[in-house]
Structures are given as structure tokens and as C-alpha cells.
């Protein structure tokens, strides 16, 4: 099992940084994926980014690229996810998960953990 705690949400005005931090306890961190997801009320849960084992390979969806950068630290057993210049579209429920299938680190169903998320609100 890994446990993981999302922190770092709130709110924001359009424009302005926020950065998400995921810590995981349980199994060996570096053993796993992460990945962020987040979900709008009324929306399904879409993939944000997702950064491999090793740190050294990072994925982003379109809708974030150049904005948001997802980083982690194997000593610390973290991920983050720095978010810079929001929009209020980026008003979401924002999960972190970590899973071991590396072929899907862009779909929900690539993860086995998630955690209990954390709110991201974005004013205009």
C-alpha cells in the first residue's frame, strides 16, 4: 500500500502560482510513477502531468504545458507541482496518484493510489 497527502491548494486570483505537494509513506517511492489529475464539479478526472520513477522523464497535458511543471524527491518521498500563471479553468479538485503501469501514466486507470485530493480555486 502507499498512503499519499495532497497539500498547497487554495485560492487564488487569475494569474498567480500555486504549488501542490503530494507526500507518500508505504512502499518505496521511487518504485512508482506519479502522476497529478484533477476534476471539475460535473467533469470527469482528467490527467495535468505525470513524471516517472526516476524524475527523469516528464509528461504534460496540452492544457498545462509551459505553466505547470511536476517534479519529485526520492529522499523526501514527494512530488510536487508547481502551477504558475492560473486561469480560473484550473479550478478543479487536484489528486495525486502512483502507480507501476508505465504505459499509462496518462490515464486514470495507470495508477493504483490516489490520494484524498486538494481544492484549487481560481479567481478572475
Known amino acids: 500500500q502507499v498512503q499519499l497527502v495532497e497539500s498547497g491548494g487554495g485560492l487564488v486570483q487569475a494569474g498567480g502560482s500555486l504549488r501542490l505537494s503530494c507526500a507518500a509513506s508505504?512502499?518505496?517511492?521511487?518504485?512508482?510513477?506519479m502522476g497529478w489529475f484533477r476534476q471539475a464539479p460535473g467533469k470527469e478526472r482528467m490527467f495535468v502531468a505525470a513524471?516517472?520513477?526516476?524524475?527523469?522523464?516528464?509528461y504534460y497535458a496540452d492544457s498545462v504545458k509551459g505553466r505547470f511543471t511536476i517534479s519529485r524527491d526520492n529522499a523526501k518521498n514527494t512530488a510536487n507541482l508547481q502551477m504558475n500563471s492560473l486561469k480560473p479553468e484550473d479550478t478543479a479538485v487536484y489528486y495525486c496518484?502512483?502507480?507501476?503501469?508505465?504505459?499509462?501514466?496518462?490515464?486514470?486507470?495507470?495508477?493504483?493510489?490516489w490520494g484524498q485530493g486538494t481544492q484549487v480555486t481560481v479567481s478572475s
Open positions: 496518484a502512483a502507480g507501476r503501469r508505465r504505459w499509462a501514466l496518462t490515464q486514470v486507470g495507470g495508477y493504483d493510489y
Open positions: 508505504g512502499r518505496t517511492f521511487s518504485n512508482y510513477d
Open positions: 513524471i516517472n520513477w526516476s524524475g527523469g522523464s516528464t
